[in-house]
């Protein structure tokens, strides 16, 4: 049944022109404003749709994951566009000074942070 459906990806936001600014600006992605809210076009991916919501609460999860090539490259390039990167010292999660993971098993490298309504991206390196 959803075999041939182009499924896409959507989250709420509490100030849409702020997320229009940092996914547009900040980021770099092109952003298509709708009636309903925005579009990110993400390069080779379905669009991801943004809307805005009232009674809006930021989810602890990752939401969107940009792969990358080099992660030193793509943190250093986040850092210069004023981007702070997310810090984690947990038993299984520790991030270095530069906020990036390094891990065993799974992606080689990945660095999370935040969009101003909250929500945690990531940068990753598979390879």
């Known amino acids: 049944m959803f075999r041939d459906t182009k499924a896409f990806s959507s989250f709420s936001v509490d100030n849409l ?31 991801v749709f943004v809307y805005p919501s009232d009674t809006y609460t930021a989810p602890k999860h990752t939401v969107l994951n940009f792969p990358v090539e080099d992660i030193d490259a793509a943190v250093d390039e986040l ?4 981007v702070r990167m997310e810090h984690y010292d947990l038993p299984d999660l520790k991030t270095d000074e530069r906020g990036i993971f390094r891990g065993e098993s799974g992606p080689r490298a990945i660095a999370w942070f935040k969009d101003p309504a909250g929500h945690v991206l990531s940068v990753l390196q598979t390879e």
């Not at 022109?17 to 080779?44: D, H, M, N, S, W």
């Not at 850092?79 to 004023?82: L, S, T």
């Open 17 to 47: 022109q702020r997320a229009k600014e940092f996914y547009g600006q900040t980021l770099g992605l092109e952003v298509v404003e709708t009636p309903e809210g925005l579009e990110l076009r993400i390069a080779g991916s379905t669009p």
């Open 79 to 82: 850092a210069a566009r004023g």
